[in-house]
């Protein structure tokens, strides 16, 4: 059966989220669904219920359930998931091929140091690496942070893995050679993608991610990474009826007014934080006192 090959392909891999391809080769009717000249075309994603499969090619679909979740179960969880607002359950971007998770370091490991230095030197622990998903990728010599989007289902919180965002940590001399973008980000064309941490009800607005987990980390407040310096029409509708902080870097300042004006004429609760660098520079301390966080 499909839901035997599935699991079998996948053993070993446990990180929600985590998504990649693997072989069909026959239809269920036993007819060649991938020839051996064709590249991979099922994409098989980990979710809290299982996996659940899609072949892009002769689209078979599906959910191969692991040993801990009822078949009832999981159905049920189907059912909901593609109720929500997630419209599509099969993902539609894939991790890199050679992703590898930086929550644990193995002995045979082919992560380099710098990568977990540039990480650690902002504050973010090791423990946190399993929460965002954090890993490496050699084939683009950067840190992957995957990118995510968010429903409710139920009582719990389901996401679908959207793209990625994978930064360079070569020194600045060494990109300025080689002419190598400090930031890569990767998803489904004419869509766009930010980086979400849930938390509570106040909204703090960064550029990168790592601002975003530092001070998701620091406050418990929902932070989005624009990925850039401007806010979408659509986002904003999307934050009405939050508390909403803008806080980009210090030379942003006239954005920044702009950005919130044009929100605050939108009926949104908004503010914007000015410091002289990005909120990935400071301290705990220093974030939850300019977030005002008791």
Not at 155 to 172: I, P, T, Y
Not at 200 to 212: H, K, P, R
Not at 249 to 258: E, I, Q
Request: net charge positive.
């Amino acid at each position: 059966m499909i839901e035997d090959i599935i699991l079998e392909a996948v053993e070993g891999r446990y990180a929600q989220g985590e998504s990649f391809r693997i072989r069909h080769d026959n239809k269920v009717d036993g007819t060649v669904c991938t020839r051996i000249d064709q590249p991979p075309a099922m994409t098989v994603t980990r979710t809290s219920y299982g996996w659940m499969y899609h072949c892009h090619r002769c689209h078979t679909s599906g959910c191969a359930t692991d040993s801990k979740t009822s078949p009832k179960n999981t159905m049920e969880r189907v059912k909901a998931i593609k109720n929500s607002k997630i419209d599509k359950v099969v993902e539609m971007v894939t991790l890199p091929n050679d992703f590898q998770p930086m929550s644990k370091r193995e002995k045979d490991s082919t992560v380099p140091w710098a990568a977990y230095h540039w990480i650690w030197q902002y504050g973010i622990a090791s423990e946190h690496f399993t929460k965002f998903h954090v890993g490496w990728s050699a084939l683009y010599n950067r840190v992957i942070i995957p990118l995510y989007e968010y429903a409710e289902v139920g009582d719990e919180l389901a996401r679908k893995l959207v793209g990625w965002v994978g930064r360079n940590v070569d020194s600045k001399d060494i990109q300025r050679e080689t002419n190598t973008p400090k930031w890569l980000t990767r998803s489904r064309k004419g869509k766009r993608r930010y980086f979400m941490a849930p938390g509570d009800q106040t909204v703090v607005l960064v550029e990168d991610a790592i601002s975003a987990i530092v001070v998701h980390l620091a406050t418990g407040h929902t932070t989005i990474a624009l990925l850039t310096t401007s806010v979408s029409e659509d986002l904003m509708r999307e934050l009405r009826g939050k508390t909403i902080y803008l806080w980009l870097d210090g030379d942003m300042l006239a954005h920044s007014v702009a950005t919130v004006d044009r929100m605050r004429q939108l009926g949104l609760n908004a503010k914007h934080i000015h410091t002289p660098k990005d909120p990935k520079e400071y301290n705990k301390i220093f974030i939850q006192d300019t977030l005002k966080v008791k």
